[in-house]
């Protein structure tokens, strides 16, 4: 797989000159100075790894990932790869920005939805280490977490009985069956009385004046209500914000520093973020807010702000595979949790109740988790042979959440080529 030394230290001699760029250009600002420092900093970090790569005999991954993105009509997608806790390739494909002309890369921040959930749990396992809580600490009632007065009179007693560990694997008692209400908000409005845009004390009102669809802990149905609770549990033990809590106790141990919240209009995109597509002929929206606008579907139909702990968070592929090497067990990097921590969250449960934050676990040792949002679709797995990546798009197709077994498939395929992986570590060229 790799090319001669010669073209090594071609590209060793290439980082050293790149290197004596500066970093910022004389902002007044000393935020915005701060800010783009980082920006370029990271840039070179990008131009440095793309070199490093491109110096290698990567074709075969290149023409399998750009294969699979223009048979899916993907306007940008991008690839990392660890293998034994390095990170070995770390590639970009198509567009991040069409109308800017900005190729995509794996440095970039994308929306990863429900791949924020993987987040959330990490965080609530943080709080069971340090004795807070545990996965059994019930979540409402008189003596639950969240006992507020209004929280006492529920409408289903069964509410009560609800737990942290029936929140993290999706088995609260809440279906979609008359659709996901997380993105049903003139629903809400209406049951509540409360005006848009919502806050999730309106999501709070709204469960305990409505009937469970099963017994807690019977069974997992998939709920994104369930991890948005989760965010608010997390915020009021902690007290302090759900986001800042995650910053300081999951990512900065992980020497992540860039992942955030993200807007949910076009607007509110971070400078350093990709620009998200839809297929030409979707048809616009009302907005989240309550405004009665139409928007398109991408910006302006989900309160990102409101989804957060469920499916809120933008993050680079390389920031994932960061977070990834600190929780999955292997010995060669510290994990930020504990092997308890992580067998809880890995768990194949008998019953067939879903694990901890990953969206399926196998006695094989292979752990994955996908998200779907509008203009985003994202997969993190981990195999048992050492080997975990990343693949994010910024484009929604009319295949959705299954976009993510053909991500699985064209991965799979890429990687059976592969017979030698290159030995530097390419997380070494990001602080930490």
């Known amino acids: 797989m790799f090319r001669s030394f010669v073209k090594f230290t071609f590209v060793m001699f290439i980082i050293f000159l790149l290197l004596l760029i500066p970093s910022f250009y004389g902002f007044h600002s000393s935020m915005v100075q ?12 990008g131009l440095i790894i793309r070199k490093l790569v491109e110096s290698q005999n990567t074709d075969l991954l290149d023409r399998s990932f750009e294969r699979f993105r223009e048979q899916n009509l993907l306007k940008g997608l991008a690839v990392a790869i660890v293998k034994d806790e390095k990170l070995v390739f770390a590639k970009g494909y198509g567009s991040a920005d069409v109308e800017l002309k900005i190729a995509a890369s794996p440095e970039q921040l994308f929306r990863i939805a429900s791949v924020s959930k993987l987040v959330t749990a990490i965080a609530v396992m943080k709080l069971v280490e340090s004795g807070k809580i545990t996965l059994e600490s019930k979540v409402f009632g008189k003596y639950g977490i969240l006992n507020k007065d209004k929280q006492f009179q529920t409408k289903d007693n069964r509410l009560e009985n609800i737990t942290v560990r029936n929140l993290l694997n999706h088995s609260g008692g809440w279906t979609q069956r008359y659709g996901d209400i997380a993105f049903l908000p003139r629903i809400v409005s209406d049951q509540t009385g409360d005006p848009m845009p ?5 999501y709070l009102k709204f469960v305990i004046t409505r009937r469970l669809h099963f017994a807690p802990g019977s069974a997992s149905a998939y709920s994104n209500l369930g991890y948005m609770i989760l965010g608010e549990v997390i915020a009021k033990v902690a007290k302090t914000s759900y986001e800042k809590f995650v910053k300081e106790n999951v990512l900065k141990p992980a020497h992540i520093f860039d992942m955030q919240l993200g807007g949910s209009f076009e607007s509110e995109k971070q400078l350093d973020e990709v620009r998200y597509y839809q297929p030409e002929d979707a048809q616009p929206v009302e907005a989240y807010d309550g405004s009665g606008r139409m928007v398109p579907k991408i910006y302006g139909s989900t309160n990102m702000t409101l989804l957060g702990s469920a499916g809120g968070w933008i993050a680079s592929p390389i920031d994932l595979l960061k977070l990834v090497v600190v929780i999955d067990g292997d010995p060669r990097i510290k994990d930020i949790i504990s092997a308890k921590s992580i067998a809880e969250m890995t768990h194949v449960d008998e019953k067939g109740l879903d694990p901890l934050g990953w969206r399926s676990t196998n006695e094989h040792g292979e752990w994955w988790r996908t998200g779907t949002l509008p203009g985003s679709s994202a997969l993190v797995k981990r195999e048992p042979n050492g080997i975990s990546w990343v693949m994010i798009s910024n484009t929604s197709n009319y295949k959705g959440p299954h ?30």
């Open 34 to 45: 701060n800010k783009m420092a980082f920006l370029e900093n990271r840039r070179i970090n």
């Open 198 to 202: 919502l806050t999730i004390s309106s």
């Open 403 to 432: 976009l993510a077994i053909e991500m699985d498939r064209a991965m799979t395929g890429a990687l059976k080529k592969i017979t030698k992986w290159p030995d530097y570590d390419l997380f070494e060229f990001f602080p930490k």
